[in-house]
């Protein structure tokens, strides 16, 4: 069926992604694996092409596109593209809406030019070793102490934890307020206390710097605070729905890559003197994932034109995330199995779509939480 959720000025934008993927990042992904890192200057260079804060009004150096359908396309060529490690979605669609709703103007000023440059890489700082999805369990502190806060504590699992520039950190400034004591403090390399831990050993997506990232007394200026004070949890509520629209958009994206691989692979590869793609078992998975797939493909385009609009929700959201996600995980697993021992291999690329892929369905708020968020809206 043909997609008619874009138009000619968004199909130009995937051909500038393209361009730039077989230019910037293809070249370098496999080095970019060993080491654990991106070179910084893949971040200048994409922000060279404009492809960093596309959401972000001109005037501070962004695109001035609120369109997300440019982010979605951007979202959906870089999975297919399986470039995991300079995490572009994390910038744009997670952190920019933060740093373009919430900061004043001169916030806005001093920190959105290098977030559109590639000058500025930034991070998010939620998950604690012992609190993940419930906020309540938040022990990081930011104590007031005048014209600063102090802020002591720890955060893991932090995409861009290394490379990270700005951090913004979900800290608590209200003891008894419970998951509404919370905001949101910027933390900027260099402040002293701020220390970084290990790069995380990951299976998949190697090429993503994830850090512990630690907080012993760090002065953060009260000029610092992003958004109300104590308004963290209604600030990370209205921005979810984004989140987990990109990684819904990134996951249908990779299992319909995987599959035209997946497709290829077993035209090919023979068996019992015939291609794979004769008998009639191999048919009947290929079915399936194909009709799976577009059906899901129908709904993620809806959620894309919503979300454009301004009008999706949060139900909408988890629905699309728990059930893409789910998908991918799914197909990735069909279609190692359609490969045989070569999907084992390393060098196939349904063998890193395999690890790369598991954390869909659990960043961005685990299947559980999404069915836990659909659940309680569907019985009241």
């Not at 890489?121 to 369990?137: H, K, R, V, Y």
């Amino acid at each position: 069926m043909k997609r008619t959720v874009f138009t000619a000025e968004h199909e130009a934008f995937r051909g500038t992604v393209r361009a730039f993927l077989e230019k910037e990042v293809e070249p370098h992904h496999e080095r970019w694996e060993r080491e654990g890192v991106v070179d910084r200057s893949a971040w200048l260079a994409a922000g060279r092409q404009g492809l960093l804060g596309l959401a972000v009004p001109e005037e501070y150096g962004g695109g001035g596109a609120g369109d997300f359908r440019h982010s979605a396309v951007l979202t959906e060529e870089f999975a297919r593209a399986s470039a995991s490690g300079l995490a572009i979605g994390l910038h744009n669609d997670i952190i920019g809406p933060y740093l373009t709703a919430l900061s004043t103007e001169e916030q806005k000023r001093r920190w959105l030019p290098g977030f559109c440059s590639g000058e500025i890489i930034t991070a998010i700082a939620m998950t604690e070793p012992g609190a993940g999805s419930d906020l309540q369990g938040i022990r990081t502190t930011a104590t007031d102490a005048g014209d600063h806060w102090v802020l002591n504590g720890s955060k893991t699992f932090i995409s861009n934890g290394i490379l990270a520039d700005l951090v913004i950190v979900v800290a608590r400034t209200t003891p008894e307020g419970g998951a509404r004591g919370l905001s949101l403090l910027v933390v900027e390399r260099g402040m002293e206390g701020f220390e970084r831990g290990r790069n995380l050993d990951k299976i998949g997506q190697k090429a993503q710097d994830t850090a512990e990232l630690f907080f012993h007394d760090v002065r953060v200026p009260k000029e610092n605070l992003l958004g109300e004070e104590n308004g963290a949890f209604l600030h990370l509520m209205t921005h979810l729905a984004q989140e987990r629209m990109s990684i819904a958009v990134a996951a249908i994206a990779g299992a319909e890559e995987l599959l035209e691989i997946t497709k290829r692979y077993v035209k090919e590869r023979e068996a019992f003197g015939r291609p794979l793609a004769k008998l009639q078992h191999i048919r009947f998975e290929i079915a399936e994932m194909a009709t799976e797939c577009a059906v899901t493909r129908a709904f993620l385009d809806r959620c894309i034109e919503e979300h454009s609009a301004g009008q999706l929700d949060a139900v909408h959201a988890s629905m699309a995330k728990w059930w893409a996600t789910e998908l991918q995980k799914r197909v990735t697993d069909r279609c190692l199995q359609l490969h045989g021992g070569y999907g084992y291999m390393t060098e196939y690329r349904v063998a890193k779509a395999f690890t790369d892929g598991r954390i869909q369905t659990i960043y961005g708020g685990t299947t559980e939480i999404m069915k836990e968020i659909i659940g309680r809206s569907v019985l009241g």
